[in-house]
């Protein structure tokens, strides 16, 4: 009777393609040296100095940051890593494209990108050594907790094989053609500690089933990896989540609105982590969610109609807010005697008095309304709003707006809410991120960030792969897009 077997050696899926030895079996009798029986590939497991191909490894070839799937076949299911010229392909039995591959160019070390083992082909022995963890690595970086906790203390300074130097949590982004909306968002977001500390942890949402998350862990990871072989990350697999989850709302090919995006990507993970509970608390909602009071005078919006008393009455609402949005003055229409456009400035101080409960902005649709903030949070996100549309074209405000990078005082400007027994809670604030958008609206403009370092309290810009120190008297004479500040805490 034949013995049954899982899968064949040829089907791209690995499996036994004979029946495996038991532990407390004995061996198997040498094979016969008179060339009568030849002896088949070995499956055991083999040191790094018993097999001679160990050195053929280029990891300057080696990049994971692109889709794993099989450069033939196209295919993402049991796809290996050549680790000399860098291809993926499916499987390793004979007939696969790996053991195709192993013999038509003489490559013979693939690592399964599914757990990192490593074998050589087309013997098909697993190889075990040291070298190999550096690979595999770089292939999924893990994080100890002594280690994200010391993130924002150590000084720390790497360098690719290459030679380049880059700070790890701070490297360049790839812009594979329109996507630097996204990468500023990111980079933002690999700033915000709580965020960061979280998705660093894969064990914090290892039973989500969310691509989108699992692809954000993984590229924060990357991200903040000091064993890089290259000093930038591309987001290629994040990119691909993102479009999936969106459904090509927001895509590499075209420019976007980073703003459009954050809204859509915090709301987004907020619920994927929250198993669709939008009322459940997630690291998202601790990190940026705070509370307004939205007054809609008598007469106006939805206050217009008369309430269960018959009185025609202010409405008082109290809503989660997860960014605050900024209004800036009109533009001036004229020139100044030099015959140039002149650049309007206002303090951000100015702008801040709409949520000081007296303020009233009147909309057409939604009346005349005063904001009052009755919930800080840990991070607030500011949105200046820049762009005006109207029927024919969209108009940018090139105004500057004045605004500090350290201790913003909530206090100083507008109401702020108080604790229990009337305790005084923090309200000051220093700035961690600031997005600029560039040139005009739409398709042609393009977007670069500020972003501080704590480990050695100096300001960054960022460009896609472009990252240069900057002075924080910079940061502030650029047209700020979004703003993200962090709440210090009570001295």
């Avoid at 594979?176 to 977001?189: E, G, P, R, T």
């Avoid at 810009?461 to 650029?478: F, G, H, N």
């Amino acid at each position: 009777m034949g013995t049954k077997r899982d899968r064949s050696e040829d089907e791209p899926d690995e499996g036994p393609s004979k029946l495996q030895r038991g532990e407390n079996d004995p061996p198997p009798p040498a094979a016969a040296n008179d060339g009568s029986t030849a002896s088949r590939p070995s499956t055991k497991v083999r040191k790094g100095t018993e097999c001679p191909y160990l050195d053929t490894i280029a990891r300057q070839n080696l990049d994971f940051d692109f889709e794993k799937c099989c450069v033939v076949s196209l295919s993402p299911i049991n796809v290996y890593a050549c680790l000399v010229c860098g291809k993926y392909f499916q499987g390793r039995g004979p007939k696969t494209n790996a053991f195709t591959h192993s013999l038509e160019t003489n490559h013979h070390m693939f690592m399964k990108l599914e757990n990192g083992k490593v074998y050589c082909l087309p013997d098909g022995y697993e190889v075990e050594d040291r070298s190999l963890e550096v690979i595999r690595y770089v292939l999924n970086p893990t994080f100890k907790h002594e280690e994200i906790d010391n993130l924002d203390r150590d000084k720390v300074w790497a360098r690719s094989l290459e030679g380049q130097e880059y700070m790890p949590g701070l490297v360049g982004l790839n812009n594979m053609k329109n996507n630097d909306y996204v990468n500023v968002a990111v980079q933002i977001l690999a700033r915000v500690v709580p965020i960061r500390n979280y998705f660093l942890d894969a064990s914090n949402y290892s039973s989500s089933k969310s691509i989108l998350v699992k692809r954000f862990g993984e590229l924060l990871r990357k991200i903040w990896n000091p064993r890089n072989f290259k000093g930038q990350v591309s987001p290629h697999e994040f990119m691909q989540a993102v479009m999936g989850s969106s459904n090509k709302r927001f895509t590499i090919e075209q420019q976007g609105d980073v703003l459009e995006f954050w809204a859509w990507f915090i709301n987004t993970l907020h619920q994927h982590l929250s198993a669709g509970k939008r009322n459940k608390s997630t690291i998202i909602s601790k990190c940026f969610q705070g509370e307004l009071e939205i007054t809609t005078e008598a007469g106006s919006g939805k206050a217009k109609e008369p309430n269960a008393a018959g009185q025609v009455a202010d409405v008082v609402d109290k809503v989660p807010f997860l960014f605050l949005g900024l209004d800036l003055p009109a533009a001036p229409l004229y020139k100044d005697v030099m015959e140039t456009n002149i650049i309007p400035q206002v303090p951000i101080f100015d702008l801040l008095k709409k949520f000081d409960g007296q303020h009233t902005s009147d909309d057409i649709k939604a009346g005349r309304r005063r904001f009052r903030l009755t919930k800080l949070p840990s991070y607030l996100v500011l949105h200046i709003k820049r762009f005006t549309k109207n029927n024919f074209f969209v108009e940018k405000n090139p105004t500057i707006v004045n605004f500090p990078v350290k201790n913003l005082e909530l206090r100083d400007i507008v109401p702020v809410p108080a604790g229990k027994g009337g305790k005084v809670l923090p309200s000051k604030y220093d700035l961690i991120g600031n997005v600029v958008h560039d040139g005009k609206p739409g398709a042609g403009g393009t977007y670069r960030l500020h972003v501080h370092r704590k480990s050695e309290d100096a300001w960054y810009e960022v460009q896609d792969l472009r990252v240069t120190d900057i002075l924080p008297q910079m940061v502030a004479l650029s047209e700020t897009y979004m703003q993200v500040y962090e709440l210090k805490a009570q001295t």
